[in-house]
């Protein structure tokens, strides 16, 4: 893609501005180190669970290209978990729609964003059972949920020229 090969040349300069604060911190760590991933359920859905994992900063990707991020727009955050993405978009000025299965995580996320004086739509859902509204989204992302059969759909989704930040495992 375009955009993202002039998004790596434009990277010195994005350095040069410094990062936002939200993305610092890079990513989740358990005790040893590593990476902490969401349980995935068979097929890689999430499931719901009884511990969620409060995420505090936004995905890498997003926060390495939020230079190329809208000043407005309507952005998605699929399978949102407890919202770092849909809080850095909404404080980039996007209106935000976060998704996630869980009652709780999405309980957390509406916490924060009144917390912190920003307005998001939330909803629990089964984000692989959702219709998502074509051509609706100047921005989506989803982080650490792999539904391929959703690809299309997500892609489907994304204005002319929007963009997706898509994070998993590798």
Do not use: M
């Not at 902490?36 to 995905?59: F, I, L, N, Y």
């Not at 690809?151 to 489907?156: A, E, G, L, S």
């Amino acid at each position: 893609d375009a955009r993202a090969r002039d998004g790596d040349r434009r990277g010195h300069r994005r350095d040069q501005r410094g990062q936002d604060d939200a993305c610092r911190a890079a990513v989740d760590r358990n005790e040893s180190g590593e990476e902490r991933r969401d349980e995935r359920g068979r097929g890689g859905r999430r499931q719901p669970r009884e511990e969620v994992r409060e995420q505090t900063e936004p995905a890498g990707v997003l926060c390495d290209y939020s230079h190329l991020l809208p000043r407005k727009g309507q952005a998605l955050d699929l399978a949102c978990g407890t919202g770092a993405n849909a809080l850095f978009l909404a404080r980039r000025g996007l209106k935000t729609t976060a998704w996630d299965i869980s009652a709780e995580a999405i309980s957390i996320l509406r916490t924060r964003a009144t917390e912190n004086n920003l307005v998001l739509e939330c909803r629990v859902c089964d984000v692989a059972d959702t219709i998502i509204p074509a051509q609706n989204f100047d921005v989506i992302t989803v982080s650490y949920f792999l539904e391929r059969a959703l690809f299309p759909t997500i892609i489907n989704a994304l204005k002319i020229n929007g963009l997706l930040f898509y994070q998993t495992w590798t």
